[in-house]
């Protein structure tokens, strides 16, 4: 009690310490304490405090301690300002002026703090030899939105591997599917870890089904094996008692309309039946099985109903922009507008791309007019997606005039200023004026404006330009957020420049495919070879330098089975069917990268039995 009443005379200040003199001299205890103070504070009495009595307190009535306010907000980075009742009773006015000076500088706390990335602990070195404060082995700044998407998502931090139950502890297979799970960035990996879980009956926790959701929802290519464990992975989330988050729902919506390459009406109504599922609390997928017909799901809540988002609902509306049905559009407007949430830029950037699908230039004008009005920049993702537009248009002028200003912004060119400031000012004012873009100094193409820039290119014949623009992407440097840096010969960390991908080859051999000019059967091979002076000339000699590049790629490079055919079918084309020189190439790539399987409807295991019949029954090679 003593304890209690040194400590609240001390925090209640000049205020108690005049009611007590008035009244009769003994200690007043609050019979509510300050919820703020530590209980330790009090576990440790001074005994000369309870003997002094009611001089104590007249003393402290003499000297008058500064009033001290409490914050009703306390930080957690504050630190305790008095230690003890006794450095309390000792120190008087003089230590509290004395923490007052050394009271440590405010912190203000973001009130939606962003989740910490992993750091690496290599030290850079500078050309002194001095260490510099530690970087990243990756690019992790946050960039705005005018970067695009990145194609290099940072990798998910792994969780603290917790301990097996004892029943399992001796079982190494599923040891190291524990340790998988726990720590792998693959979302095969964890699949397959968490079959083999399932297949010995060992409960998983929460937070590593909440983390197999976001491998499945980052996994690239998309596919429909995405959708199938999505949907798993949160129905088990739901049977442990456990909650689908919001952010976890869209990801359902979202896989459910890419499980195919062209997305259909029923594409559509598998995500709709989803957001259903969320908006009244049911399991995921219950909709879609009572509308299966199935008999054993019973439509009941178990959850409290979500309220979607506009990233739910800009989700809806991408999937119905993809299926071109202007019913399935309207009706994804009709959910937003009702919602009564105002538009992002995503929810323009989905509509033109329905606009362009289904060729409505005037739309599209419309649609970027809006973005402008709304004080909304249309970002690199947007100029990404109208290249494609004014491709299906023919309008490659107004693709080659986005480009020059997006290269001019990375690597300005230093002849001719003059003269090229007046020309990118005039494409500026054309590109405002009659299309409605704005392409401001510090946007430059990424990996996605190289990559469909290479695909217009080679799909309307103009292999020159798809050349240069693919020696642009392999000498500009990659400062995309998730990037890998490398160190210099000083030691710094640097960003590496941009490596060609399967994608861009596979739209090179698509071009050859359709550009070249076929060659009878039988051809002389000195024919099959003529060179001309146009580079434009889809030729075989062309084709093989472009293959030449194709085979410096590393080996672990996955080369899809359509980039892979492709490229048969551009020699057989530019070759006139050689079919000794196509088994040499075949037999290249194959001792080259990896293996994958086909099955034999494939085409590709069709075209492989017609150069090797003695592989016909085989799934593989």
Known sequence: MAAKSCIQTVESGSSTVKKQEKEKPHIVVNPKPPATRPRRMVAKPRTPTVESGSSTVKQQAKEKPPHITADPNP???????????????????????????????????????????????????????????????????????????????????????????????????????????????????????????????????LGVLHRMVRLAARDRPRASAEFTRLLEILKQI????????????????????????????????????????????????????????????????????????????????????????PKCLHHARMLLERSQIPPNRFTHLALVTYFSAVSQPGAVRSTLLTLERDNMELGLDGINALLSVYSKNQRLDLVTMIYRLLKHNLTPNLENVEEETNRLEEYRRQLRIEEFIVVPDYLVPNEATYTSLIQIMTYH??????????????????????????????????????????????????GFRRHAKPLKDGAPLELKKRDV???????????????????????????????????????????????????????????????????????????????????AGRHWW
């Not at 962003?114 to 970087?135: D, F, L, N, Y």
């Not at 009572?290 to 178990?302: L, R, Y």
């Open 75 to 205: 930080r957690a980075t504050r630190p305790t300002v008095v230690k003890s009742c006794t450095q309390a009773v000792e120190s008087g006015p003089s230590a509290v002026k004395k923490q007052e000076k050394e009271k440590p500088p405010h912190i203000t706390v973001d009130p939606k703090p962003r989740a910490t990335r992993p750091q690496s602990r290599t030290p850079a070195v500078s050309s002194t030899g001095e260490k510099q404060e530690e970087q990243k082995p990756y690019i992790t700044a946050e960039f705005p939105h005018h970067v695009g998407r990145t194609w290099r998502p940072l990798p998910i931090k792994a969780l603290r591997v917790r301990p097996l139950p004892h029943v399992f502890s001796r079982n190494d297979q599923v040891i190291r599917a524990w340790t998988v799970l726990h720590e792998t960035t693959s979302s095969n990996d964890a699949w397959k870890a968490y079959a083999i879980l399932n297949e010995y009956a060992v409960p998983v926790y």
């Open 238 to 325: 739901t049977f442990s008692g456990g909650k689908v988050y919001l952010h976890e729902w869209n990801a359902l919506i979202a896989a459910a309309g890419r499980r195919w390459r062209k997305t259909s009406v029923r594409q559509y109504e598998t995500a709709l039946s989803f957001f259903r599922d969320m908006t009244k609390g049911q399991t995921p997928g219950t909709t879609l099985a009572i509308d299966a017909g199935s008999s054993d799901v019973e439509e009941k809540t178990t959850a409290e109903p979500l309220v979607p988002d506009i990233y739910t609902y800009t989700t809806l509306l991408g999937i119905a922009a993809r299926t071109k049905d």
């Open 461 to 510: 014949g103009r292999l020159s330009t798809a050349l240069r623009i693919f020696a642009d992407m392999i000498t500009a440097p990659n400062t995309e957020r998730g990037a890998f840096l490398t160190r210099d010969a000083d030691g710094v960390l640097r960003p590496t420049p941009y490596t060609p991908t399967p994608a861009i080859f596979r739209a090179l051999f698509l």
């Open 533 to 615: 002076n146009s580079p434009d000339e889809w030729t075989l000699s062309n084709l093989q330098r472009v293959f030449d590049l194709f085979m410096s790629m590393p080996p672990t490079v996955q080369v899809g089975s359509s980039a892979f055919y492709w490229l048969i079918m551009a020699f057989q084309t530019t070759s006139g069917n050689d079919k000794e020189l196509l088994c040499n190439v075949w037999r290249q790539v194959e001792g080259r990268f990896r293996y994958f399987t086909v099955g034999q409807e494939n085409r590709l295991y069709k075209l492989k039995v017609s150069l090797f019949p003695e592989t």
